[in-house]
């Protein structure tokens, strides 16, 4: 800018903007500029105006991080950690007890009755620790995992509320659940042999149960005894499916919780239901018909036999028997009185004698109501 002065200054140059022997900012010259090096008269020096330098003295290794003494000064606050009483520090103490603290934590493992640990050595299965205080080297050296192998564990398949629908041998359809019983028998296989055991009991299970459906009808499998034998015939399956594959898991047990027909064809199903059963009844009473009518057959050709037997001994005394039993059989159901002779005492009809008198003391009876009232 021409015949303006520059209000900053250059070093080695006047107020005129000539340049001269004194560095800027001296008495003569114009404004000092704060980010050029130097001063006059006295002044402390003025820091310099390169970046690098401003950093240098604020870094890590600039005076502020340098020397621990207290209070002020170039090297600002320090902090000492408090010593022993010999003048040691206590930092190795301190290192020491961490140390033993992580070693112990570490190396010193509960187990309980339930559970079962594996350890391993840099990811390497080295051995299973059983129930009690176990000891490991620390960790990172070994890890421990400890699994409880007691307790049942239960799959649900299917899974949610949806229709599982598996084929009969008949051909026909019908919706399954159940549950799948189980826990870990081998915990080393468990762990190594299978990347999903969960996921691998379920899929096994749901195969062992179509294979066993499919070899019933499903009148079998609607029933309680083929419930009970396709449930035991799943569990051998899956048992041994798991001990082909190592998979260290032992099935305890399977529990078929529902049985229906495909919900589509439910009202269907219910009416030939309700006719199978209403066929079954009728046939129920006509075989206890049939047994009642085969039983009395029985029990007459053993009695005809028994009289036979008689008969063949005796003859003329079984003819004669039996004409009074027939003809007493017979007339016990009349009010006839037949008299073969005379010379025979008179017949007194006590019966009719006395249905008389009850005809003859009805109307008094009813007269004497009708005169009270």
């Known amino acids: 800018m021409a015949g303006k002065r520059n209000p900053w200054g250059k070093p080695g140059e006047g107020s005129d903007g000539a340049k001269g022997d004194k560095p800027a900012g001296d008495a003569g010259g114009g404004p000092r500029n704060p980010w050029l090096p130097g001063g006059t008269g006295g002044e402390p020096p003025r820091r310099s105006a390169s970046i690098e330098d401003l950093f240098k003295n604020r870094g ?76 490991t ?29 598996i084929l009969t041998g008949d051909q026909n359809l019908v919706d399954l659940s159940y549950l799948v019983r189980w826990n870990i028998s081998d915990l080393k296989q468990f762990q190594f042999q299978l990347a999903e055991p969960e996921e691998t009991v379920r899929e096994v299970a749901e195969s062992a149960m179509r294979a066993a459906v499919a070899e019933h009808e499903l ?28 998979a260290g898991i032992a099935v305890q047990g399977i529990e078929i919780e529902k049985t229906d027909p495909p919900a589509r064809v439910v009202e269907a199903f219910k009416d030939v239901s309700a006719a199978q059963q209403d066929a079954e009844t009728d046939i129920n009473r006509a075989r206890a018909y049939q047994q009642q009518m085969l039983a009395r057959a ?26 009074y039993e027939t003809m007493e059989s017979v007339l016990a159901k009349t009010d006839k009185t037949v008299v073969e002779s005379s010379g ?25 109501e009708g005169a009270a009232r």
């Not at 570490?106 to 620790?129: D, L, N």
């Open 60 to 135: 890590p290794e600039g005076p502020r991080r340098i020397g621990g003494g207290g209070g002020g000064g170039p090297a600002g606050p320090g902090f000492r950690l408090p010593q022993r009483a010999d003048g040691k520090s206590w930092v190795p103490v301190i290192l020491m007890a961490g140390a033993g603290l992580w070693i112990i934590l570490t190396s010193v493992h509960q187990v309980e009755p339930k559970e079962q640990g594996i350890v391993t050595t840099f990811g390497t299965y080295t051995r299973t620790m059983g129930p009690g205080i176990n000891v």
């Open 137 to 165: 080297l620390p960790w990172p050296f070994q890890q421990v995992q400890v699994v409880d192998v007691n307790t049942f564990r239960s799959e649900r398949v299917p899974g949610t509320d949806a229709e599982k629908l």
């Open 219 to 246: 009148d079998y499998v609607l029933s309680g005894a083929g419930r009970a034998d396709i449930e035991q015939q799943v569990r051998q399956r899956m048992q041994d499916l798991l001990n082909a594959y190592r």
């Open 298 to 323: 029985q029990g007459d050709a053993t009695a005809f036999d028994k009289i036979y037997e008689e008969y063949r001994l005796a003859p003329e005394v079984t003819r004669r028997r039996l004409y």
């Open 344 to 368: 025979v005492t008179t017949y007194l009809p006590l019966a009719e004698v006395q249905r008389r008198s009850q005809r003859q003391a009805a109307p008094a009876v009813t007269q004497g």
